[in-house]
């Protein structure tokens, strides 16, 4: 018999070329493979969202409703950062959490009403995670919680603690995707079923390309140094271009591509002006998945140089697992999840924001030679999306018994 499944989700990708929760996107690509389950994903609606995207997915097994929560161009809750810091940078996006709460409810609700689900997947805590529970109880199925991080690390108000402990203790399973996320959310519900599970990455298009540095036109002794994600605060790119001023004095042949958009870009463009860095760093904006093996197989180095800040701290970046099955050395930081990877030998690891000892491991792993492409390859096949999407399916099977 097919089982169908109701994921929530507040973001998810809007386009082929948006990175939003991509993770979400090659796990259930992964999972609709198997014909045994059928998913259904509602998502936060955006006015920047391409409907032939989601059209397409149709034929790869999955549906993607969006749920709009507010006149389409003023939705400006989601999407482009995290919520935290678009709630900071906008002070007009805390109006729109009431209505993404009720819109939220009023779709699920609708959905379940007129489809034949046997299980509902909230990805985070809140407010999905809350729907997802609440209507769980309504309609009489089990609930599967996933938690990023960003909830666990973001989020400290005693009324959100008291929302996400009655969410933790209330669904039948708690996906957290570290073994630290793990830890907090037991500190906060410690009667909670929680597994650990990290989301993953398609291991066939994440993989080395040979001749990338001549396909982006980069001299083969230029040094490069990668950095791909959101332009936000939790994400540390300013501790990156403080350290490229330390860089360049014992570097020659260097330069720093910076893939992403978000809230922060206006700042970034201003600081390599400010630093007179232009001839260095390149701001290449939104790079298709796509074509980031090739920018990850350009880069001799790749830079996560995360920090813990108002828009929370990092689960496990999937940046990192995508430079590690592309066979990439990373330098990053023990923030959050990320600490679960340091017995890893492709990753070094930098104090969180200090340019100055960032700059000092990047030249030291730059200088490195024991670590192989093959290696960091192998090192993460612990992400390859089809294990991860066959353990996801097992966790399905077992609330579904």
């Given at each position: 018999m097919r089982k169908n499944v109701l994921v929530l989700t507040t973001c998810y990708p809007l386009s082929d070329t948006d990175i939003s929760a991509i993770f979400l996107k090659s796990l259930y690509e992964a999972m609709a493979k198997v014909v045994k389950i059928r998913i259904t994903i509602l998502a936060a609606d955006h006015e920047d969202v391409d409907s032939d995207f989601d059209d397409k997915l149709v034929k790869q097994g999955l549906k993607v409703k969006r749920y709009r929560y507010f006149f389409r161009r003023w939705q400006t809750l989601l999407y482009g950062d995290a919520a935290l810091s678009n709630l900071r940078k906008n002070s007009?996006?805390?109006?729109?959490?009431?209505?993404?709460?009720l819109s939220l409810f009023i779709y699920s609700i609708f959905e379940l009403a007129h489809g034949k689900y046997s299980l509902i997947h909230a990805h985070w805590s809140l407010p999905t995670g809350l729907v997802?529970?609440?209507?769980?109880?309504?309609?009489?199925?089990?609930?599967?919680?996933?938690s990023h991080g960003g909830d666990i690390y973001g989020l400290h108000g005693?009324?959100?603690r008291m929302l996400q402990k009655w969410v933790f203790s209330e669904a039948e399973m708690v996906n957290a995707v570290s073994q630290p996320v793990m830890?907090?959310?037991?500190?906060?519900?410690?009667?909670?079923h929680v597994i650990v599970k990290s989301m993953g990455v398609d291991d066939d298009l994440f993989s080395p390309v040979s001749d990338a540095k001549?396909?982006?036109?980069?001299?083969?002794?230029?040094?490069?140094?990668?950095?791909?994600?959101r332009f936000s605060e939790k994400k540390g790119v300013e501790y990156l271009l403080e350290a490229t001023e330390i860089i360049k004095q014992k570097i020659n042949n260097f330069q720093i591509l910076l893939i992403g958009k978000g809230n922060l870009?206006?700042?970034i463009r201003e600081i390599i002006g400010e630093k007179k860095l232009q001839?260095?760093?390149?701001?290449?904006?939104?790079?298709?998945n796509a074509r980031l093996p090739i920018y990850y197989s350009a880069a001799d180095l790749l830079v996560v140089p995360s920090v813990a800040d108002v828009g929370g701290q990092e689960g496990l970046p999937v940046t990192i697992m995508e430079g590690l099955l592309c066979g990439r050395k990373i330098v990053t930081t023990k923030v959050g999840g990320i600490v679960e990877l340091s017995e890893l030998k492709s990753i070094f690891f930098s104090e969180q924001k200090?340019?100055?000892?960032?700059?000092?491991?990047?030249?030291?792993?730059?200088?490195?030679k024991n670590i192989l492409p093959n290696e960091s390859r192998e090192e993460g096949m612990r992400f390859s999306i089809n294990k991860v999407a066959a353990d996801f399916i097992g966790y399905y099977e077992e609330l579904l018994k």
């Open positions: 007009f996006s805390a109006f729109l959490l009431i209505p993404l709460l997802a529970v609440i209507l769980g109880k309504l309609f009489h199925m089990p609930v599967m919680v996933t005693n009324v959100s830890k907090e959310i037991k500190l906060l519900a410690p009667r909670s001549k396909q982006l036109g980069i001299a083969d002794d230029s040094k490069v140094l990668l950095f791909v994600g870009e206006k700042k001839g260095i760093v390149k701001v290449l904006g939104v790079v298709e200090n340019g100055e000892n960032l700059a000092k491991v990047i030249c030291n792993a730059l200088e490195d």
